[in-house]
């Protein structure tokens, strides 16, 4: 297998944990839940043959992932201006802080292809559809943002 195939089966299988994990954290799915779909995610990648790809994947290639999980700079910013403390937000301190506020929010995907990612947020469903799963995760916290900028939360 090439490099390329790697990456790609790499970010699948993070990708898929990514949106688990993200459910769990904003509440749509319960621990137990989480547990066995994530091990049902983990079963399927072996089952693909994605186990010997994971075992190769390259340390150099974890420093790309950070960029996955940290919160873009200009996003972290906004995030302070509407009074959230975090640090370093990753997208899973910010998801959880915008669940303590009590909004409603979630990042859906077509029967779990990544085919597009649709954003809801306040029971509204945006019109916008989101190829990559990272643009409709900042795309939702601008969104956060802007609600909660608007005192509606």
């Given amino acids: 297998m090439t490099n390329n195939k790697q990456q790609t089966a790499v970010e699948w299988l993070v990708e898929k944990l990514a949106s688990l994990t993200?459910?769990?954290?904003?509440?749509?799915?319960?621990?137990?839940?989480?547990?066995?779909?994530?091990?049902?995610?983990?079963?399927?990648?072996?089952?693909m043959e994605k186990e010997i790809i994971i075992k190769a994947?390259?340390?150099?290639?974890?420093?790309?992932?950070?960029?996955?999980?940290?919160?873009p700079e200009e996003l972290v910013l906004a995030l302070k201006e509407i009074g959230c403390d975090e640090s370093c937000p990753t997208y899973q301190?910010?998801?959880?802080?915008?669940t303590e506020k009590k909004i409603t929010f979630g990042i859906t995907d077509h029967l779990y292809t990544s085919v597009y990612h649709k954003i809801i947020v306040a029971d509204k469903e945006t019109e916008d559809i989101y190829d990559d799963y990272d643009d409709a995760k900042n795309a939702c916290i601008k969104q956060l943002i802007e609600i909660v900028k608007g005192g509606n939360k």
Avoid: C, H
């Fill in 22 to 47: 993200f459910d769990y954290m904003a509440g749509f799915i319960s621990k137990r839940e989480y547990d066995q779909l994530s091990k049902g995610v983990i079963r399927q990648a072996k089952e």
């Fill in 93 to 98: 301190e910010a998801f959880k802080w915008f």
């Fill in 57 to 71: 994947w390259k340390p150099t290639e974890v420093t790309n992932d950070m960029e996955r999980i940290l919160v």
